[in-house]
């Protein structure tokens, strides 16, 4: 029984109701009119019935790229019930599986089709049968091999344990009346250093008349919980390093035609649609979880840092490419730090140093060892290094690690202030680094 009272079986019947309807009708989705801020919500399920250049557009504002939409088969495309693009910046490899739960018409398991190419697999994984029917129609159009479908429940997955490496998910585990469970099951089938990347709806707070419907619970409303409390569900499974990557948050105008649609059942029912939304404006959103299932056997405590050895080179190369760095660690193995469990390296970090300055770089953590503090554990043993060797100002380039870096005592600095010496460096002057931030801490 859900806190509002809806048994588990009533709500999976009636969102298995609205998404066998929303499918069924080529040309809308799930909601019937059409208030052209709602196309604005970003893709959300109760986004309803736009014309049709609209529903292309509908996927946009949710984050796709639109070449990458082009690509796609119509059908998809139009049939995106999603509310962001779980798989944007997601690290997804060639010859990686991934599960994607709630897949619908198919449109994120397309996406991550291209992305695993033919070693790869895709697992998409519905309750609804007339989306998973939908889905394989749109992936014979579209021509690809790597893709299945499995008829499922989210809560219970028909798939084996430590199977994928990495779950997807877009606009669906709010739907579902046992989070828990769901939250159990992604821990279950990922591999130890599988990834997840899942866009939901999360609310801070719900206007009681919109908790207490069952069409705004089918609508992606009712049943959306907390963004703290998603992290605490994740975490509580066993997964680590669970983070917000990004947020689409709803403003008063969107809310006010999403509320006033059939949706969310209140507006017909006299509520005052307006106020509503007024008091939920950006409290309301669409986030991006992303986070690791660590390696079982690895606590911080059983996880040595020392000094790279020359028969660590190989395990350093890899750990670079796994996190996309520039991997001409050379004549600087004699810097670097190496993060040890069992022997096998899992972490790194490298400087290279010119007088008192000196460039913090190649700073990784293989997924299954994220989570575990090891990332400060490398930066901190590699301070006491450089300020025994005399370096008193350490520089870095980052794209990921801002906020870490910020809690470490770096800040950003322009990159004109960067010393000569350092701006020379082949990491500081190599294109993969042009976007990134330069960064500085004072060491003395
Ligand atoms: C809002 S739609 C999102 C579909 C798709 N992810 C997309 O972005 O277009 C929700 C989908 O999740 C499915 N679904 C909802 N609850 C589920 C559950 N507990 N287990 C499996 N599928 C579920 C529905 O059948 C529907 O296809």
Redesign the pocket.
Known sequence: MTEQGFSEREIKEA??QR?AGAIARPASSCCGSTPSSLVQIGGS?CAPAPAESAKGKLAEVAGYDAAELRRLPADAVQN???CGNPLAFAGVKPGQTVLD?????G??CLIAAARVGPPGRVIG????PE?IERARQNVKEAGAANVEFRLG???RMPVADAAVDWVIS???IN??PDKPAVFREIARVLRPGGGISISDIVAEELPPVIQASRDAWTG?LAGAISEAEYVKGLEAAGLRGVRVASRIVYEAGQLRGLFASSCCGVGDAGADVGALAAAAAGKIWSAKFEGVKPHPAATGAEVVVDAARPEDLPAIHALLREGDLPADVGQLLGSFLVARHQGRPVGCIGMEAHGADALFRSLAVTPAYRGLGLAARLHDALVERARARGVRRAYLLTKTIEPLAARWGFAAIDRAQVPPAIQATTEFAGACCASAAAMRRELA
Request: charged residues 20%; contains cysteine.
């Open positions: 969102v298995r998404y399920c995106s019930f999603g739960i709630g897949s619908g018409a449109i994120d994984l519905d309750m609804t989306m429940e989210a809560e877009n606009c669906v739907l579902s992606c």
